[in-house]
């Protein structure tokens, strides 16, 4: 065991070749009050306030807004795109967790 030399960097996969696990991502949750329309990691959540379309990606600064409305997209890790349908919501964003609270 101790002749064993160290890997080199070479011999180390590729990041790139290792997919979008080093992709950063952000905790979401979407939900009124009776009802949960999302929960999970995503990479990016589009949305639109009073000053219009806007996008959430992983370390975004800490933001607070209303959301008029629209169609909110997140971009899961695990699939496609989910839309959901927005009248009116509150959308927090703090330190890689965005939360969307709906119907207030």
């Known amino acids: 065991m101790a002749d064993e030399a160290p890997k080199s960097i070479a011999e180390e996969p590729d990041k790139a070749d290792r997919g979008s696990e080093d992709r950063p991502v952000m905790a979401v949750k979407v939900y009124a009050p009776f009802q949960m ?11 639109v306030n009073d000053t219009g379309p806007f996008d959430i990606l992983p370390r975004h600064h800490n933001f607070l807004c209303m959301l ?20 009116r919501a509150l959308m927090q964003v703090e330190a890689d967790k965005v939360v969307v609270f709906m119907d207030v």
Do not use: M, N, T
């Open 37 to 47: 329309y999302f929960e999970g990691e995503a990479y990016s959540v589009s949305a």
């Open 68 to 87: 008029v409305p629209c169609e909110l997209v997140v971009r899961p890790v695990d699939g496609k795109p989910k839309k959901i349908k927005i009248h």
